[in-house]
């Protein structure tokens, strides 16, 4: 999978998701859920769902991915 974006843009894609609700510099579930669907639609076009995404992201198990969590699907994209 490839794409044009830079990780400039993929730093602010992931502030702009993450300040819709509760914690500005978290994503929520629903947050990462509108990002992949606007964004990147053709992550879940595979065999993995949403909620394994957000299962593989959240590393700590707190509910909400980190932009550090997130490079995990900075990386994906990049392949
Ligand atoms: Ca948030
Ligand atoms: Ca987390």
Known sequence: MSTN????????IFEEYAAKEGDPNQLSKEELKLLIETEF???L???STLDDLFQELDR????????????VL??????
């Open 41 to 43: 639609p053709s992550l």
């Open 45 to 47: 076009k595979g065999p």
């Open 74 to 79: 900075v990386k994906k994209i990049s392949q």
């Open 5 to 12: 974006k830079f990780p400039e843009e993929l730093k602010s």
């Open 60 to 71: 700590n198990g707190d509910g909400e991915v980190s932009f550090e969590e997130f490079q």
